[in-house]
């Protein structure tokens, strides 16, 4: 099963971008990168996925590294909402499963 | 449209009982999976079904899990006996078939073992 590895929190500053690291070494040419985020009591929700290129959505941006063993979501103007758990995960291009780790906990600063 | 519900929204029970939960996918949505989240840990896989296939059991953690899910609709998780380790928030997802597609998920159940 690929795994990934993420900083256990990080903190940013209401307004200001926020870059959120993601390694995934064993990463294979056919696994999908995806994002979700967990608020506080609730289920977690997509953010944004992507193979080989960047990719952008309303919500973020996600960088993929040229040899794909490392990602990083871009949230372009943190605001209060987006304190939440950012869950980095691969995807198998022929399996079920999703292993989401334990996240990486963003504090927004107002 | 309608999202993924899960019920109970939280169920407190002794130590020993059975307890269902019950999932409610999003209509057309063919892949569902069961996921068990314990206090301040992330999500831990349970089961996956996709259609009519056979289900995708091996996150399963004892022979007092198992899962149902009748074609594409309502799923139910049933934990036997169940253990004060049981206590966690249990949630559901739904989504098409696919890498590419996302998965949505429901609120899901707080289930306390006392």
Redesign the interface.
């Known amino acids: 099963d690929a795994k990934t590895t993420q900083p256990n929190s990080m903190e940013s500053n209401e307004e200001e971008p926020v870059h959120l690291p993601c390694n995934h070494s064993t990463i294979s040419g056919t696994d999908?990168i995806?994002w979700?985020r967990q608020l506080p009591s609730?289920?977690?929700?997509?953010v944004i996925?992507g193979l080989t290129s960047n990719v952008n959505n309303r919500m973020a941006s996600l960088a993929i590294a040229e040899d794909r063993k490392s990602s990083t979501l871009i949230l372009h103007r943190a605001t209060l909402r987006d304190a939440a758990v950012y869950?980095c995960i691969l995807?198998?291009?022929a399996g079920?499963?999703?292993?989401?780790?334990?996240?990486t906990s963003l504090t927004v600063i107002p | 449209g309608a999202g993924v519900s899960q019920s109970p929204s939280n169920k407190v029970t002794e130590k020993g009982k059975d307890v269902e939960l019950r999932c409610d996918p999003i209509s057309g949505h063919t892949a569902l999976y069961w996921y068990r989240q314990r206090l301040g840990q992330g999500l831990e896989f349970l089961i996956y079904f996709q259609g009519n296939s056979a289900p995708d059991k091996s996150g399963l953690p004892s022979d007092r899990f198992s899962a149902e899910r009748t074609g594409e609709s309502v799923s139910t998780l049933t934990i036997q006996r169940t253990q004060q380790e049981d206590s966690a928030v249990y949630l559901c997802a739904s989504s098409l078939t696919g890498v590419n597609y996302e998965q949505y998920f429901g609120p899901g159940t707080r289930l306390t073992v006392t």
């Open positions: 999908y995806h979700y609730q289920g977690p929700e997509y996925h869950y995807r198998e291009w079920n499963q999703f292993y989401f780790g334990t996240g």
